[in-house]
């Protein structure tokens, strides 16, 4: 397998900032490698709110992670507000791939780099449905 290079703040059209807490960091004195996928969930999660793509409880529509992964270029730790760099890698018919980069203060280049793939399935149901016209043209602003 191909490992993958830090990527820079540039190549993520969406930027969202978050700041680490005391509980992220382990016994080695920085983030726990756990944590990163804590911040891909708030990253794309809090996107599709402010997007006005999910109402969290409400929704007929949810995304189900499906595949997730991580690459670690640099360590992070508390006290830190890192920014979180969010990007769509490949829109499907129920599925989307997001890519989410994790920049630490003051660094251009990714501490980490990881992707998040999400199947849009009906709430009551759990079976997939198309993703939407709105959504797809709203996500179309995060392809690079």
């Known amino acids: 397998m191909t490992r993958l290079t830090p990527d820079s703040r540039a190549e993520y059209p969406h930027h969202a900032l978050l700041p680490t807490r005391w509980a992220d960091n382990d016994i080695y004195g920085h983030v726990n490698n756990s944590v990163y ?16 793509l999910l109402e969290v409880g409400e929704s007929d529509t949810i995304g189900l992670v499906v595949e997730t992964r991580c690459s670690y270029f640099a360590p992070l730790a508390f006290p830190e507000t890192i920014t979180a760099g969010l990007r769509v890698a490949r829109i499907g018919t129920s599925s989307v791939t997001y890519e989410i980069g994790l920049f630490g203060e003051g660094s251009d280049e990714t501490a980490a780099r990881g992707h998040f793939t999400h199947v849009y399935v009906d709430e009551k149901s759990r079976r997939p449905v198309a993703i939407s016209d ?7 602003d995060l392809t690079p």
């Open 37 to 52: 996928y804590f911040y891909f969930d708030t990253v794309v999660n809090g996107w599709l709110v402010e997007a006005g």
């Open 134 to 140: 709105t959504m797809r043209k709203k996500l179309g």
